[in-house]
């Protein structure tokens, strides 16, 4: 059974950091994107970090980048989403995506073979 279980989601003052985890089983972690989107109510969902497994290669989000790093264990088993200065617009649910086949930002969310229920941020100012 494929799954993906994020957690490290919690309510923190701006300024703070969280540590979000992605764990997968139920498939085996080869050549695929696989990162973070976030959905705040009433907005879409949009991509925040991604990274290609093959080469570890990065994609981050304008909003994001500098704070935000996404990075994936030797196993490739656990996705973590360093989040650094966060601002209350960073409040979203944040979900994990994997088996996508390409990180490229025309490459539709709806691409990524496997998503987990999501973990909820939420940063007061």
């Known amino acids: 059974q494929v799954q993906l279980v994020e957690s490290g989601g919690d309510s923190v003052q701006a300024g703070g950091s969280l540590r979000l985890s992605c764990a997968a089983s139920?498939?085996?972690?080869?050549?695929?994107?696989r990162g973070w989107f976030r959905q705040a109510p009433g907005k879409e969902r949009e991509r925040v970090a991604l990274i290609y497994t093959g080469d570890s290669s990065t994609y981050y989000a304008a909003s994001v980048k500098g704070r935000f790093t996404i990075s994936q264990d030797n196993a490739k088993n656990t996705l973590v989403l360093q989040m650094n200065s966060l601002k209350p617009e960073d409040t979203a649910m944040y979900y994990c995506?994997?088996?996508?086949?390409?990180?490229?930002?025309?490459?539709?969310?709806?691409?990524?073979?496997?998503w987990g229920q999501g973990t909820q941020v939420t940063v007061s100012s």
């Open positions: 995506a994997a088996g996508g086949l390409y990180c490229d930002t025309w490459y539709s969310p709806t691409g990524y073979a496997y």
């Open positions: 139920g498939f085996t972690v080869g050549r695929m994107c």
